[in-house]
Protein backbone atom coordinates (compact mmCIF):
# COMPACT_ATOMS: atom_id res chain seq x y z
CA UNK A 1 0.00 0.00 0.00
CA UNK A 2 1.40 3.39 -1.02
CA UNK A 3 0.31 6.37 0.83
CA UNK A 4 0.19 10.45 -0.04
CA UNK A 5 0.99 12.97 2.51
CA UNK A 6 0.79 16.36 2.16
CA UNK A 7 1.73 19.77 4.40
CA UNK A 8 -0.52 20.16 6.98
CA UNK A 9 -1.22 24.13 7.07
CA UNK A 10 -3.72 23.74 9.99
CA UNK A 11 -1.90 22.47 13.00
CA UNK A 12 -2.43 19.49 14.82
CA UNK A 13 -4.52 19.09 17.41
CA UNK A 14 -6.35 17.06 20.56
CA UNK A 15 -5.53 13.98 22.46
CA UNK A 16 -4.14 10.59 21.81
CA UNK A 17 -4.59 7.78 23.77
CA UNK A 18 -0.65 5.74 22.65
CA UNK A 19 -1.20 2.22 22.21
CA UNK A 20 0.25 -0.02 23.98
CA UNK A 21 3.86 -0.72 24.64
CA UNK A 22 5.23 -2.97 21.98
CA UNK A 23 8.36 -4.15 24.67
CA UNK A 24 6.36 -4.18 27.57
CA UNK A 25 3.82 -6.45 25.39
CA UNK A 26 6.44 -9.07 24.39
CA UNK A 27 7.56 -9.63 28.16
CA UNK A 28 4.10 -9.95 29.31
CA UNK A 29 3.44 -13.17 27.43
CA UNK A 30 6.60 -14.36 28.00
CA UNK A 31 7.27 -13.89 31.33
CA UNK A 32 3.24 -15.23 31.72
CA UNK A 33 3.67 -18.53 30.06
CA UNK A 34 6.44 -19.06 32.45
CA UNK A 35 4.54 -18.59 35.12
CA UNK A 36 2.06 -21.31 36.84
CA UNK A 37 -1.43 -20.07 36.81
CA UNK A 38 -3.52 -17.16 35.11
CA UNK A 39 -2.56 -14.16 34.18
CA UNK A 40 -4.35 -10.79 32.98
CA UNK A 41 -2.79 -8.97 30.50
CA UNK A 42 -4.80 -5.52 29.91
CA UNK A 43 -3.91 -3.23 26.68
CA UNK A 44 -1.89 -5.99 24.90
CA UNK A 45 -0.60 -4.27 21.66
CA UNK A 46 -2.25 -4.38 17.97
CA UNK A 47 0.88 -4.64 16.50
CA UNK A 48 2.36 -8.01 14.53
CA UNK A 49 5.36 -8.05 16.32
CA UNK A 50 4.01 -8.88 19.54
CA UNK A 51 1.37 -10.95 18.53
CA UNK A 52 3.94 -13.00 16.76
CA UNK A 53 5.67 -13.59 20.37
CA UNK A 54 1.80 -14.70 21.20
CA UNK A 55 1.82 -17.22 18.16
CA UNK A 56 5.03 -18.61 19.56
CA UNK A 57 4.16 -19.60 23.06
CA UNK A 58 0.66 -20.83 21.43
CA UNK A 59 2.73 -23.24 19.14
CA UNK A 60 4.89 -23.92 22.66
CA UNK A 61 1.48 -25.25 24.36
CA UNK A 62 0.61 -22.68 26.40
CA UNK A 63 -3.45 -21.77 26.36
CA UNK A 64 -4.08 -18.15 25.76
CA UNK A 65 -7.20 -16.53 25.31
CA UNK A 66 -8.40 -13.01 24.41
CA UNK A 67 -11.44 -11.76 26.57
CA UNK A 68 -11.38 -8.40 24.20
CA UNK A 69 -9.59 -6.93 21.46
CA UNK A 70 -6.60 -5.63 23.90
CA UNK A 71 -7.16 -8.25 26.93
CA UNK A 72 -5.05 -11.30 26.95
CA UNK A 73 -6.00 -14.39 29.94
CA UNK A 74 -3.08 -17.13 29.74
CA UNK A 75 -3.24 -19.94 31.20
CA UNK A 76 0.15 -22.01 32.03
CA UNK A 77 1.82 -24.87 34.15
CA UNK A 78 4.62 -23.03 33.48
CA UNK A 79 6.46 -25.73 31.73
CA UNK A 80 6.48 -25.16 27.79
CA UNK A 81 5.78 -28.37 25.36
CA UNK A 82 8.33 -29.23 22.87
CA UNK A 83 6.65 -27.50 19.34
CA UNK A 84 5.54 -29.85 16.13
CA UNK A 85 6.81 -27.59 13.85
CA UNK A 86 9.07 -24.40 13.87
CA UNK A 87 8.64 -21.41 15.74
CA UNK A 88 7.67 -18.13 13.51
CA UNK A 89 8.85 -15.62 14.91
CA UNK A 90 7.99 -12.86 11.50
CA UNK A 91 9.55 -9.38 11.67
CA UNK A 92 10.69 -9.17 15.28
CA UNK A 93 13.83 -9.72 16.57
CA UNK A 94 12.75 -9.26 20.12
CA UNK A 95 10.73 -12.42 19.69
CA UNK A 96 13.57 -14.40 18.14
CA UNK A 97 16.34 -12.86 21.05
CA UNK A 98 14.48 -13.35 23.87
CA UNK A 99 12.67 -16.37 23.25
CA UNK A 100 16.25 -18.14 22.18
CA UNK A 101 17.01 -17.71 25.90
CA UNK A 102 14.22 -18.93 27.54
CA UNK A 103 14.49 -22.41 24.98
CA UNK A 104 18.58 -22.80 25.22
CA UNK A 105 17.70 -24.29 28.77
CA UNK A 106 14.75 -26.42 27.95
CA UNK A 107 14.05 -30.39 28.03
CA UNK A 108 13.46 -30.46 23.97
CA UNK A 109 14.83 -29.02 20.84
CA UNK A 110 13.21 -26.25 18.69
CA UNK A 111 13.76 -24.27 15.77
CA UNK A 112 13.68 -20.45 15.41
CA UNK A 113 12.32 -19.03 12.06
CA UNK A 114 11.87 -15.64 10.42
CA UNK A 115 10.68 -13.10 7.58
CA UNK A 116 13.47 -12.17 5.38
CA UNK A 117 14.15 -9.28 6.94
CA UNK A 118 14.52 -10.66 10.27
CA UNK A 119 16.58 -13.50 8.49
CA UNK A 120 19.13 -11.06 8.07
CA UNK A 121 19.55 -9.44 11.27
CA UNK A 122 22.89 -10.52 13.55
CA UNK A 123 22.53 -13.39 15.99
CA UNK A 124 25.66 -14.01 17.16
CA UNK A 125 25.71 -11.04 19.55
CA UNK A 126 22.98 -14.08 21.34
CA UNK A 127 24.14 -17.08 20.46
CA UNK A 128 27.88 -16.24 21.80
CA UNK A 129 26.45 -15.87 25.29
CA UNK A 130 23.96 -18.41 25.36
CA UNK A 131 27.16 -20.77 24.20
CA UNK A 132 29.16 -19.52 26.93
CA UNK A 133 26.04 -20.84 29.26
CA UNK A 134 26.49 -24.06 27.53
CA UNK A 135 23.87 -23.82 24.78
CA UNK A 136 23.76 -25.63 22.12
CA UNK A 137 22.78 -23.85 18.78
CA UNK A 138 22.94 -23.91 14.86
CA UNK A 139 22.60 -21.19 12.82
CA UNK A 140 23.40 -19.99 9.27
CA UNK A 141 26.70 -18.07 9.52
CA UNK A 142 24.70 -16.56 12.59
CA UNK A 143 21.22 -15.73 11.44
CA UNK A 144 18.32 -17.36 11.44
CA UNK A 145 16.67 -20.20 11.22
CA UNK A 146 18.40 -20.91 14.49
CA UNK A 147 17.86 -24.45 15.89
CA UNK A 148 17.97 -24.62 19.36
CA UNK A 149 19.02 -28.10 21.14
CA UNK A 150 17.79 -28.29 24.62
CA UNK A 151 20.61 -28.81 27.45
CA UNK A 152 21.46 -28.04 30.93
CA UNK A 153 22.79 -24.28 31.26
CA UNK A 154 25.16 -22.91 33.26
CA UNK A 155 25.23 -19.19 35.00
CA UNK A 156 28.02 -16.29 33.91
CA UNK A 157 29.56 -13.46 34.78
CA UNK A 158 28.81 -11.45 30.71
CA UNK A 159 30.52 -8.44 29.96
CA UNK A 160 28.35 -7.32 27.08
CA UNK A 161 30.09 -5.36 24.14
CA UNK A 162 26.97 -3.61 23.23
CA UNK A 163 24.44 -2.15 25.79
CA UNK A 164 21.14 -3.78 24.21
CA UNK A 165 18.15 -4.45 25.80
CA UNK A 166 17.68 -7.99 23.90
CA UNK A 167 21.23 -9.09 24.48
CA UNK A 168 20.56 -8.60 28.28
CA UNK A 169 16.93 -10.06 28.25
CA UNK A 170 18.46 -13.62 26.43
CA UNK A 171 21.01 -14.00 28.94
CA UNK A 172 18.80 -13.39 32.09
CA UNK A 173 15.82 -15.59 30.87
CA UNK A 174 18.51 -18.25 30.00
CA UNK A 175 19.39 -17.56 33.75
CA UNK A 176 16.01 -18.39 34.97
CA UNK A 177 16.98 -22.39 34.12
CA UNK A 178 20.60 -21.82 34.62
CA UNK A 179 22.56 -23.51 37.47
CA UNK A 180 24.18 -21.03 39.96
CA UNK A 181 24.31 -17.39 38.78
CA UNK A 182 23.75 -15.04 36.07
CA UNK A 183 25.23 -11.85 35.67
CA UNK A 184 25.48 -9.34 32.32
CA UNK A 185 27.65 -5.93 32.56
CA UNK A 186 26.59 -3.18 29.78
CA UNK A 187 28.62 -0.35 29.22
CA UNK A 188 25.83 1.42 29.18
CA UNK A 189 22.13 1.02 30.67
CA UNK A 190 19.58 -0.32 28.08
CA UNK A 191 16.04 -0.39 29.11
CA UNK A 192 14.82 -2.21 31.91
CA UNK A 193 11.57 -3.51 31.39
CA UNK A 194 12.32 -7.00 31.61
CA UNK A 195 14.19 -6.91 34.93
CA UNK A 196 11.10 -4.23 36.50
CA UNK A 197 8.52 -7.07 35.28
CA UNK A 198 10.65 -10.02 35.88
CA UNK A 199 11.03 -8.43 39.85
CA UNK A 200 7.20 -7.81 39.98
CA UNK A 201 6.58 -11.38 39.12
CA UNK A 202 8.77 -12.17 42.12
CA UNK A 203 12.40 -13.27 40.13
CA UNK A 204 15.65 -13.53 42.26
CA UNK A 205 17.10 -10.51 40.68
CA UNK A 206 19.29 -7.20 41.43
CA UNK A 207 20.39 -4.77 39.70
CA UNK A 208 24.07 -3.06 40.70
CA UNK A 209 24.26 0.08 38.54
CA UNK A 210 25.18 -1.31 34.65
CA UNK A 211 25.27 -5.02 35.71
CA UNK A 212 21.80 -7.40 36.64
CA UNK A 213 22.20 -10.61 38.81
CA UNK A 214 19.74 -13.15 38.39
CA UNK A 215 19.39 -16.98 39.93
CA UNK A 216 17.13 -19.64 39.13
CA UNK A 217 13.63 -18.56 39.99
CA UNK A 218 9.98 -19.72 39.74
CA UNK A 219 7.91 -16.83 38.38
CA UNK A 220 4.08 -15.88 39.99
CA UNK A 221 1.57 -15.05 37.73
CA UNK A 222 -0.03 -11.39 37.27
CA UNK A 223 -2.46 -8.73 36.21
CA UNK A 224 -0.16 -6.81 34.25
CA UNK A 225 -1.48 -3.17 32.64
CA UNK A 226 0.40 -2.33 29.88
CA UNK A 227 1.02 1.53 29.48
CA UNK A 228 1.43 3.47 26.24
CA UNK A 229 4.60 3.06 23.91
CA UNK A 230 6.90 5.95 23.74
CA UNK A 231 8.82 4.38 20.75
CA UNK A 232 4.99 5.45 19.41
CA UNK A 233 4.52 8.68 21.10
CA UNK A 234 7.56 10.10 19.35
CA UNK A 235 6.07 10.71 16.26
CA UNK A 236 3.14 12.50 18.02
CA UNK A 237 5.61 14.22 19.91
CA UNK A 238 7.71 15.43 16.80
CA UNK A 239 4.72 16.26 14.62
CA UNK A 240 3.74 18.32 17.32
CA UNK A 241 6.55 20.39 17.50
CA UNK A 242 7.53 20.98 13.79
CA UNK A 243 3.79 21.37 12.51
CA UNK A 244 2.88 25.21 13.00
CA UNK A 245 0.13 25.80 15.07
CA UNK A 246 -0.01 22.32 16.78
CA UNK A 247 -1.15 21.44 20.62
CA UNK A 248 -1.07 18.04 21.62
CA UNK A 249 -1.90 15.76 24.64
CA UNK A 250 -0.71 12.53 24.53
CA UNK A 251 -2.22 10.22 27.34
CA UNK A 252 -0.74 6.96 29.30
CA UNK A 253 2.71 7.03 28.32
CA UNK A 254 5.32 5.30 29.54
CA UNK A 255 7.98 6.99 30.91
CA UNK A 256 10.48 4.58 31.70
CA UNK A 257 13.77 6.28 32.41
CA UNK A 258 15.73 3.87 30.02
CA UNK A 259 13.33 4.75 27.54
CA UNK A 260 12.69 8.76 27.85
CA UNK A 261 15.98 9.72 25.93
CA UNK A 262 13.37 11.50 23.44
CA UNK A 263 12.19 13.49 26.10
CA UNK A 264 15.38 15.11 27.13
CA UNK A 265 16.86 15.63 23.86
CA UNK A 266 13.32 17.41 22.80
CA UNK A 267 13.83 19.52 25.88
CA UNK A 268 17.51 20.27 24.91
CA UNK A 269 16.35 21.66 21.41
CA UNK A 270 14.18 23.89 23.47
CA UNK A 271 10.84 22.38 22.84
CA UNK A 272 7.61 23.04 24.21
CA UNK A 273 6.62 19.88 26.42
CA UNK A 274 5.45 18.78 29.46
CA UNK A 275 5.17 16.07 31.79
CA UNK A 276 1.27 15.66 33.16
CA UNK A 277 0.00 12.94 35.82
CA UNK A 278 2.95 11.03 36.63
CA UNK A 279 2.35 7.91 38.15
CA UNK A 280 3.49 4.36 38.56
CA UNK A 281 1.46 1.01 36.95
CA UNK A 282 2.53 -2.38 37.00
CA UNK A 283 5.72 -1.43 38.01
CA UNK A 284 6.33 0.97 35.11
CA UNK A 285 5.77 4.98 35.07
CA UNK A 286 3.46 6.59 33.34
CA UNK A 287 2.41 10.18 32.55
CA UNK A 288 0.57 12.25 29.78
CA UNK A 289 2.46 14.48 27.46
CA UNK A 290 1.36 17.74 26.05
CA UNK A 291 3.30 19.42 23.33
CA UNK A 292 3.37 22.65 21.46
CA UNK A 293 4.83 23.81 18.25
CA UNK A 294 8.27 25.43 19.19
CA UNK A 295 11.26 27.23 17.72
CA UNK A 296 14.25 23.86 18.10
CA UNK A 297 17.97 23.91 18.59
CA UNK A 298 20.19 21.60 17.12
CA UNK A 299 22.17 19.66 19.79
CA UNK A 300 24.35 16.63 19.77
CA UNK A 301 23.09 12.65 20.51
CA UNK A 302 25.47 10.65 21.45
CA UNK A 303 26.83 8.68 24.63
CA UNK A 304 25.16 6.70 27.13
CA UNK A 305 21.74 8.32 26.20
CA UNK A 306 22.06 6.41 22.31
CA UNK A 307 20.24 2.61 23.95
CA UNK A 308 17.38 5.12 25.72
CA UNK A 309 16.46 6.69 22.13
CA UNK A 310 17.78 4.28 19.33
CA UNK A 311 14.67 3.43 17.73
CA UNK A 312 13.60 7.20 17.72
CA UNK A 313 16.77 8.11 15.97
CA UNK A 314 14.79 8.27 13.11
CA UNK A 315 12.29 10.66 13.43
CA UNK A 316 14.41 12.84 15.67
CA UNK A 317 16.04 13.33 11.87
CA UNK A 318 13.29 14.55 10.37
CA UNK A 319 12.60 17.10 13.94
CA UNK A 320 16.36 17.81 13.22
CA UNK A 321 15.62 19.26 9.94
CA UNK A 322 13.72 21.77 11.35
CA UNK A 323 16.00 23.05 14.06
CA UNK A 324 18.32 25.66 13.62
CA UNK A 325 21.93 24.47 13.66
CA UNK A 326 23.91 21.06 13.06
CA UNK A 327 22.14 18.06 15.11
CA UNK A 328 25.01 15.43 14.97
CA UNK A 329 24.37 11.89 15.57
CA UNK A 330 26.94 9.39 16.72
CA UNK A 331 27.74 6.60 18.51
CA UNK A 332 24.76 5.24 17.03
CA UNK A 333 26.32 2.41 14.67
CA UNK A 334 23.88 -0.51 16.00
CA UNK A 335 20.94 1.34 14.12
CA UNK A 336 22.71 -0.20 11.05
CA UNK A 337 21.31 -3.68 12.35
CA UNK A 338 17.81 -3.12 12.82
CA UNK A 339 14.87 -3.68 10.58
CA UNK A 340 16.81 -1.79 7.70
CA UNK A 341 20.05 0.26 7.89
CA UNK A 342 18.83 3.31 9.13
CA UNK A 343 21.68 5.47 9.10
CA UNK A 344 21.97 4.58 5.52
CA UNK A 345 17.90 4.65 4.97
CA UNK A 346 17.30 7.72 6.34
CA UNK A 347 19.83 9.87 5.26
CA UNK A 348 18.84 8.26 1.55
CA UNK A 349 15.22 9.28 2.30
CA UNK A 350 15.77 12.62 3.97
CA UNK A 351 18.19 14.08 1.13
CA UNK A 352 15.24 13.09 -1.58
CA UNK A 353 13.19 15.50 0.11
CA UNK A 354 15.05 18.27 0.56
CA UNK A 355 17.15 17.77 4.12
CA UNK A 356 20.92 18.71 4.53
CA UNK A 357 22.54 15.47 5.69
CA UNK A 358 25.19 13.72 5.61
CA UNK A 359 26.24 10.22 6.49
CA UNK A 360 28.62 8.92 9.41
CA UNK A 361 30.08 5.05 10.25
CA UNK A 362 28.17 5.81 13.55
CA UNK A 363 25.03 8.37 12.88
CA UNK A 364 24.58 11.29 10.84
CA UNK A 365 24.73 15.06 10.86
CA UNK A 366 21.77 17.27 9.89
CA UNK A 367 22.29 21.00 9.05
CA UNK A 368 19.39 23.01 9.93
CA UNK A 369 16.73 25.03 9.50
CA UNK A 370 15.86 23.29 5.97
CA UNK A 371 12.68 23.57 4.25
CA UNK A 372 11.53 20.39 2.60
CA UNK A 373 10.39 20.30 -0.57
CA UNK A 374 9.05 17.16 -1.41
CA UNK A 375 7.17 16.16 -4.62
CA UNK A 376 8.99 12.59 -4.79
CA UNK A 377 8.51 9.00 -3.94
CA UNK A 378 10.51 7.76 -0.59
CA UNK A 379 11.01 3.99 0.41
CA UNK A 380 10.33 2.27 3.23
CA UNK A 381 13.02 -0.73 3.30
CA UNK A 382 10.33 -2.96 4.79
CA UNK A 383 10.75 -0.64 8.26
CA UNK A 384 7.84 0.50 10.08
CA UNK A 385 9.90 3.33 11.88
CA UNK A 386 11.28 4.66 8.94
CA UNK A 387 7.76 4.43 7.19
CA UNK A 388 5.77 6.24 10.00
CA UNK A 389 9.22 8.91 9.81
CA UNK A 390 8.11 9.62 6.72
CA UNK A 391 4.94 10.50 6.99
CA UNK A 392 5.88 12.88 9.90
CA UNK A 393 8.46 14.55 7.20
CA UNK A 394 5.44 14.89 4.65
CA UNK A 395 3.70 17.00 6.89
CA UNK A 396 6.00 19.50 6.58
CA UNK A 397 7.34 19.52 2.81
CA UNK A 398 6.21 22.07 0.08
CA UNK A 399 5.10 19.41 -1.91
CA UNK A 400 2.82 15.75 -1.53
CA UNK A 401 5.30 12.97 -1.32
CA UNK A 402 4.27 9.50 -1.93
CA UNK A 403 5.27 6.79 0.63
CA UNK A 404 6.17 3.25 -1.04
CA UNK A 405 4.77 0.42 1.00
CA UNK A 406 3.27 2.45 4.39
CA UNK A 407 1.80 -1.03 5.29
CA UNK A 408 4.93 -1.64 7.18
CA UNK A 409 3.88 0.37 9.68
CA UNK A 410 1.29 -2.45 10.71
CA UNK A 411 4.49 -3.83 12.38
CA UNK A 412 4.41 -2.27 15.68
CA UNK A 413 1.16 0.52 15.15
CA UNK A 414 -1.81 -0.23 12.88
CA UNK A 415 -4.25 2.47 14.21
CA UNK A 416 -0.97 5.37 12.94
CA UNK A 417 -3.11 6.92 10.35
CA UNK A 418 -6.15 6.87 12.19
CA UNK A 419 -4.67 8.79 15.12
CA UNK A 420 -3.06 11.40 12.85
CA UNK A 421 -6.23 12.05 11.24
CA UNK A 422 -8.44 12.56 14.32
CA UNK A 423 -5.70 15.54 15.13
CA UNK A 424 -6.37 17.00 12.23
CA UNK A 425 -3.67 15.08 9.97
CA UNK A 426 -4.37 14.07 6.21
CA UNK A 427 -6.42 10.74 5.68
Not at 362 to 389: N, P, W
Request: with cysteine.
Amino acid sequence: MDKKVKRNIKGLNGEVVIPSDKSISHRAVMFSTLASGTSIIKNFSRGKDPHSSLDVFRTLGVDTEFLDETTVKINSSGMLRAPQRPLDCGNSGTTMRLVSGILAGQNFNSELTGDESLSKRPMKRIITPLELMGAKIEADNFHAPLKIYGQQLHGINYNSPLASAQVKSCILLAGLFAEGKTSVTEPFISRDHTERMLKFMGADITVDNTTVTIEKSILQPKNIEICGDISSAAYFIAAGLIVPDSKIILKNVGLNPTRAGILEVTQKMGGNIKILDKKIVSGEEVGDIEIQTSELNACEICGDIIPRLIDELPVIAVMATQAQGDTIVKDAKDLRNKESDRITTIVNELKKLGADIEELEDGFVIHGKTQLKGGCEVETYHDHRLAMSMYVAGLVCQKEILIKNFEWVNISFPEFEEYFYNLGGHS
